[in-house]
Protein backbone atom coordinates (compact mmCIF):
# COMPACT_ATOMS: atom_id res chain seq x y z
CA UNK A 1 0.00 0.00 0.00
CA UNK A 2 1.61 3.43 -1.18
CA UNK A 3 0.97 6.59 0.94
CA UNK A 4 0.82 9.87 -0.55
CA UNK A 5 4.04 11.27 0.70
CA UNK A 6 5.34 15.57 1.25
CA UNK A 7 8.87 16.00 0.96
CA UNK A 8 8.46 17.74 4.70
CA UNK A 9 5.52 15.68 5.65
CA UNK A 10 6.25 15.32 9.22
CA UNK A 11 7.75 19.26 9.56
CA UNK A 12 4.53 20.27 7.73
CA UNK A 13 2.26 18.07 10.89
CA UNK A 14 4.19 20.00 13.50
CA UNK A 15 3.57 22.87 12.17
CA UNK A 16 -0.40 22.34 12.25
CA UNK A 17 -2.68 23.13 14.86
CA UNK A 18 -6.57 22.08 15.28
CA UNK A 19 -8.54 21.40 12.87
CA UNK A 20 -5.73 22.55 10.22
CA UNK A 21 -4.09 19.13 11.51
CA UNK A 22 -7.66 17.04 11.65
CA UNK A 23 -7.65 17.59 8.41
CA UNK A 24 -4.28 16.85 6.87
CA UNK A 25 -4.57 13.24 8.80
CA UNK A 26 -7.42 12.45 6.82
CA UNK A 27 -6.15 14.34 3.52
CA UNK A 28 -2.89 11.69 4.06
CA UNK A 29 -4.08 8.97 5.73
CA UNK A 30 -8.11 8.19 6.21
CA UNK A 31 -7.68 5.46 3.44
CA UNK A 32 -5.47 3.35 6.04
CA UNK A 33 -7.62 4.52 9.00
CA UNK A 34 -10.61 3.16 7.43
CA UNK A 35 -9.05 -0.23 6.47
CA UNK A 36 -8.15 -0.51 10.15
CA UNK A 37 -11.53 0.36 11.44
CA UNK A 38 -13.11 -2.31 9.09
CA UNK A 39 -10.65 -4.93 10.54
CA UNK A 40 -11.38 -3.96 14.05
CA UNK A 41 -15.21 -3.91 13.25
CA UNK A 42 -15.23 -7.44 11.92
CA UNK A 43 -12.70 -8.71 14.62
CA UNK A 44 -15.15 -7.63 17.13
CA UNK A 45 -18.54 -8.58 15.59
CA UNK A 46 -17.01 -12.55 15.20
CA UNK A 47 -15.84 -12.57 18.58
CA UNK A 48 -19.50 -11.32 19.81
CA UNK A 49 -21.40 -13.86 17.03
CA UNK A 50 -19.04 -16.42 18.81
CA UNK A 51 -19.95 -15.71 21.91
CA UNK A 52 -23.44 -15.37 21.97
CA UNK A 53 -24.04 -17.93 19.32
CA UNK A 54 -26.07 -20.98 20.91
CA UNK A 55 -26.78 -24.89 19.33
CA UNK A 56 -30.65 -25.87 19.18
CA UNK A 57 -31.21 -28.93 20.81
CA UNK A 58 -34.86 -28.85 20.07
CA UNK A 59 -37.29 -26.95 17.72
CA UNK A 60 -40.73 -26.78 20.04
CA UNK A 61 -44.11 -24.78 19.16
CA UNK A 62 -47.30 -24.54 21.21
CA UNK A 63 -50.39 -24.93 19.35
CA UNK A 64 -53.05 -23.45 21.09
CA UNK A 65 -51.76 -24.10 24.58
CA UNK A 66 -49.99 -21.04 26.54
CA UNK A 67 -47.72 -21.50 28.93
CA UNK A 68 -46.62 -19.50 32.27
CA UNK A 69 -43.27 -18.19 32.28
CA UNK A 70 -42.05 -20.51 35.34
CA UNK A 71 -43.68 -23.54 33.19
CA UNK A 72 -41.48 -22.23 30.44
CA UNK A 73 -37.96 -22.30 32.10
CA UNK A 74 -38.89 -25.61 33.23
CA UNK A 75 -39.53 -26.42 29.74
CA UNK A 76 -36.63 -25.04 28.59
CA UNK A 77 -33.30 -24.61 30.89
CA UNK A 78 -34.67 -27.23 33.18
CA UNK A 79 -34.74 -29.76 30.29
CA UNK A 80 -30.59 -28.64 28.86
CA UNK A 81 -29.45 -28.59 32.44
CA UNK A 82 -31.48 -32.11 33.20
CA UNK A 83 -29.58 -33.47 30.23
CA UNK A 84 -26.30 -31.52 31.19
CA UNK A 85 -26.14 -29.15 28.26
CA UNK A 86 -25.01 -25.73 29.35
CA UNK A 87 -27.75 -23.27 29.23
CA UNK A 88 -25.33 -20.52 27.64
CA UNK A 89 -24.69 -22.12 24.93
CA UNK A 90 -27.94 -24.51 24.04
CA UNK A 91 -31.31 -23.61 23.66
CA UNK A 92 -33.75 -25.29 23.33
CA UNK A 93 -36.47 -22.67 20.39
CA UNK A 94 -39.88 -22.32 20.76
CA UNK A 95 -42.77 -21.31 18.82
CA UNK A 96 -45.54 -19.74 20.81
CA UNK A 97 -49.06 -18.06 20.08
CA UNK A 98 -49.92 -21.07 17.41
CA UNK A 99 -53.85 -21.53 16.64
CA UNK A 100 -54.37 -25.03 14.81
CA UNK A 101 -58.12 -26.35 13.97
CA UNK A 102 -59.28 -28.04 10.81
CA UNK A 103 -62.97 -25.92 11.42
CA UNK A 104 -62.01 -21.93 12.67
CA UNK A 105 -64.44 -19.69 13.16
CA UNK A 106 -64.60 -16.73 10.84
CA UNK A 107 -62.97 -14.74 13.37
CA UNK A 108 -59.61 -17.19 13.69
CA UNK A 109 -59.54 -17.87 10.49
CA UNK A 110 -56.54 -15.58 9.61
CA UNK A 111 -54.27 -15.91 12.49
CA UNK A 112 -55.55 -20.16 12.29
CA UNK A 113 -54.10 -19.63 8.63
CA UNK A 114 -50.98 -17.68 9.44
CA UNK A 115 -50.52 -20.46 12.31
CA UNK A 116 -50.42 -23.03 9.26
CA UNK A 117 -48.40 -21.51 7.43
CA UNK A 118 -46.00 -20.65 10.37
CA UNK A 119 -45.97 -24.75 11.21
CA UNK A 120 -45.48 -25.80 7.37
CA UNK A 121 -42.45 -23.48 7.45
CA UNK A 122 -40.67 -24.91 10.58
CA UNK A 123 -41.38 -28.37 8.82
CA UNK A 124 -40.13 -27.76 5.30
CA UNK A 125 -36.97 -26.08 6.81
CA UNK A 126 -36.35 -29.01 9.63
CA UNK A 127 -37.20 -26.75 12.18
CA UNK A 128 -40.18 -28.40 14.33
CA UNK A 129 -39.19 -31.18 16.31
CA UNK A 130 -41.98 -30.92 19.14
CA UNK A 131 -45.29 -30.10 19.75
CA UNK A 132 -47.63 -29.47 22.85
CA UNK A 133 -50.95 -29.53 21.82
CA UNK A 134 -54.76 -29.29 22.90
CA UNK A 135 -57.20 -32.01 21.25
CA UNK A 136 -58.66 -29.43 18.50
CA UNK A 137 -54.62 -28.77 17.34
CA UNK A 138 -53.89 -32.37 17.49
CA UNK A 139 -56.83 -33.09 14.91
CA UNK A 140 -55.38 -30.83 12.91
CA UNK A 141 -52.18 -31.65 12.95
CA UNK A 142 -52.65 -35.50 12.58
CA UNK A 143 -55.01 -34.74 9.22
CA UNK A 144 -52.24 -32.77 7.94
CA UNK A 145 -49.42 -35.83 8.76
CA UNK A 146 -47.55 -33.54 10.44
CA UNK A 147 -46.86 -36.11 13.35
CA UNK A 148 -45.00 -39.19 13.94
CA UNK A 149 -46.34 -42.55 14.93
CA UNK A 150 -45.14 -42.96 18.40
CA UNK A 151 -43.18 -45.82 19.90
CA UNK A 152 -45.15 -48.07 22.52
CA UNK A 153 -42.98 -47.30 25.41
CA UNK A 154 -43.82 -43.51 25.13
CA UNK A 155 -47.62 -44.23 24.57
CA UNK A 156 -47.82 -46.91 27.14
CA UNK A 157 -46.93 -43.77 29.46
CA UNK A 158 -49.53 -41.66 28.10
CA UNK A 159 -52.71 -40.98 30.22
CA UNK A 160 -54.30 -42.26 27.98
CA UNK A 161 -52.99 -45.22 26.49
CA UNK A 162 -55.70 -45.59 24.32
CA UNK A 163 -55.71 -42.31 22.76
CA UNK A 164 -53.94 -40.91 19.19
CA UNK A 165 -50.85 -42.84 18.12
CA UNK A 166 -49.54 -39.89 17.28
CA UNK A 167 -49.09 -38.17 20.53
CA UNK A 168 -48.89 -38.52 24.48
CA UNK A 169 -51.49 -37.38 27.35
CA UNK A 170 -49.33 -35.37 29.60
CA UNK A 171 -52.58 -34.28 32.28
CA UNK A 172 -51.28 -37.08 34.89
CA UNK A 173 -47.58 -35.57 34.60
CA UNK A 174 -46.46 -34.14 37.65
CA UNK A 175 -45.15 -30.97 35.91
CA UNK A 176 -48.63 -30.60 34.03
CA UNK A 177 -50.73 -32.05 36.65
CA UNK A 178 -50.22 -28.79 38.86
CA UNK A 179 -50.67 -26.55 36.54
CA UNK A 180 -54.19 -27.00 36.56
CA UNK A 181 -54.92 -27.88 32.89
CA UNK A 182 -59.24 -28.25 32.35
CA UNK A 183 -58.49 -29.94 29.17
CA UNK A 184 -55.78 -32.73 27.98
CA UNK A 185 -52.09 -31.57 26.51
CA UNK A 186 -51.10 -33.57 24.52
CA UNK A 187 -47.38 -33.57 23.29
CA UNK A 188 -46.20 -35.19 19.34
CA UNK A 189 -43.23 -35.13 17.70
CA UNK A 190 -42.60 -33.46 13.82
CA UNK A 191 -43.09 -36.30 11.09
CA UNK A 192 -39.73 -35.58 9.95
CA UNK A 193 -38.31 -34.44 12.38
CA UNK A 194 -34.03 -34.93 12.69
CA UNK A 195 -33.78 -35.41 16.03
CA UNK A 196 -36.22 -37.85 17.14
CA UNK A 197 -33.80 -39.43 20.20
CA UNK A 198 -33.62 -35.80 22.16
CA UNK A 199 -37.71 -35.38 21.65
CA UNK A 200 -38.46 -38.88 23.00
CA UNK A 201 -36.09 -37.99 25.81
CA UNK A 202 -37.75 -34.47 26.23
CA UNK A 203 -40.97 -36.29 26.13
CA UNK A 204 -39.90 -39.17 29.31
CA UNK A 205 -38.41 -35.55 30.95
CA UNK A 206 -41.82 -34.36 31.01
CA UNK A 207 -43.22 -36.97 32.24
CA UNK A 208 -41.20 -37.52 35.34
CA UNK A 209 -40.53 -34.08 35.62
CA UNK A 210 -41.89 -32.36 39.14
CA UNK A 211 -42.88 -28.49 39.48
CA UNK A 212 -45.41 -27.63 41.71
CA UNK A 213 -45.06 -23.17 40.55
CA UNK A 214 -45.86 -23.32 36.94
CA UNK A 215 -49.02 -22.55 35.27
CA UNK A 216 -50.55 -23.49 31.65
CA UNK A 217 -53.71 -23.56 29.84
CA UNK A 218 -55.45 -23.52 26.77
CA UNK A 219 -55.61 -20.47 24.84
CA UNK A 220 -59.00 -18.51 25.42
CA UNK A 221 -60.59 -17.34 22.75
CA UNK A 222 -60.86 -13.86 23.65
CA UNK A 223 -57.09 -13.72 23.88
CA UNK A 224 -57.30 -15.48 19.80
CA UNK A 225 -59.37 -12.62 18.59
CA UNK A 226 -57.29 -10.13 20.25
CA UNK A 227 -54.07 -11.49 18.57
CA UNK A 228 -55.92 -12.04 15.38
CA UNK A 229 -56.69 -7.90 15.59
CA UNK A 230 -53.27 -6.68 16.70
Not at 95 to 119: F, G, M, V, W
Not at 153 to 159: D, H, I, P, R, T
Request: hydrophobic residues 35%; negative net charge; aromatic residues 10%.
Amino acid sequence: MHMKKHPDNETTFRQLHGRAKLQYFWDYYKLPALLVCICIYIIVWGCYRHAMHKDTVLYTAFANVTVSDSLSAQLTDGYLTAQSYHPDRNQIYTYKDLYLSNRPSSANLEYAYASSTKILAALDSGRLDVIFMNAEALDAMTSEGYLMKLPDSLLEASSDPSGSPYAVDLSDAPLIRSAGFTEPLYIGIAANSTRTKEAISYIRYIQSCSDTDSSVGIIPRPLLQSLLQA
